[in-house]
């Protein structure tokens, strides 16, 4: 019987981190992929030595980590490296996420926020997925607000776009408030008989 892991989806600025903390002040045990990802990029881990070992030393900062502005600002100029990228680090993530899941007893409950949803990787532990959907127009003033270099975040959304090709089982529309996305939330755990 497959674990009861949910994965949260969705394209960049939809409010899949807003609904991973909602779920988590539930009570739900949550796993967020930008936290993996950012111990996997930590000098010597093996998503490092992937990208040291692809794209050169240049792609460190000062502390030896990786340089995520620069790597990203590299990617976004030729999407063949944006595919290498992902073909290196996704499986370490699934890799990490199961390592995690496995800590936990079979019968608990957890969801996984997750930027890029590779279905053959990912398949073998969600057992459900979440899309979180918003309003094309809303995710750009969202970046505007939110980002450092929102033109870089424009791009990378426009890519995600292109490959973002995916039926999931559950849609959370997010065109209103928090409180909405709160209550709509909530009213889907309940219909999923979580809470």
């Known amino acids: 019987m497959k674990r009861n892991i949910f994965g949260i989806i969705g394209l960049l600025g939809s409010g ?10 539930l009570g739900f ?35 030896g980590n990786i340089n995520k502005n620069k790597l990203r600002n590299e990617v976004l100029k030729n999407p063949n490296k944006l595919r290498i990228l992902n073909k290196l680090i996704h499986p370490l993530v699934v890799n990490e996420f199961s390592k995690i899941i496995n800590k936990y007893p079979k019968d608990e409950t957890i969801f996984i926020e997750i930027p890029v949803f590779n279905k053959k990787l990912l398949s073998s532990i969600i057992s459900k997925t979440i899309e979180v959907k918003v309003d094309p127009k809303k995710t750009i003033r969202r970046i505007k607000k939110s980002r450092e270099n929102p033109e870089d975040y424009k791009k990378l959304l426009s890519i995600q776009k292109k490959s973002f090709k995916f039926k ?20 889907l755990l309940k219909k999923l008989k979580l809470i």
């Not at 899949?16 to 903390?21: F, G, I, M, P, Y």
């Not at 796993?31 to 240049?58: A, M, R």
């Not at 999931?168 to 009213?187: A, G, H, M, Q, S």
């Open 16 to 25: 899949k981190s807003e609904v991973l903390k909602i779920v988590k002040d």
């Open 168 to 187: 999931p089982d559950y849609v959370i529309d997010n065109n209103r408030c928090r409180t909405e996305l709160k209550r709509t939330t909530k009213k």
């Open 29 to 63: 045990t949550t796993i967020n992929s930008d936290t993996v990802v950012k111990d996997l990029y930590l000098e010597g881990n093996p998503g490092w030595q992937k990208i040291v070992n692809f794209f050169g030393d240049e792609y460190l900062d000062k502390k």
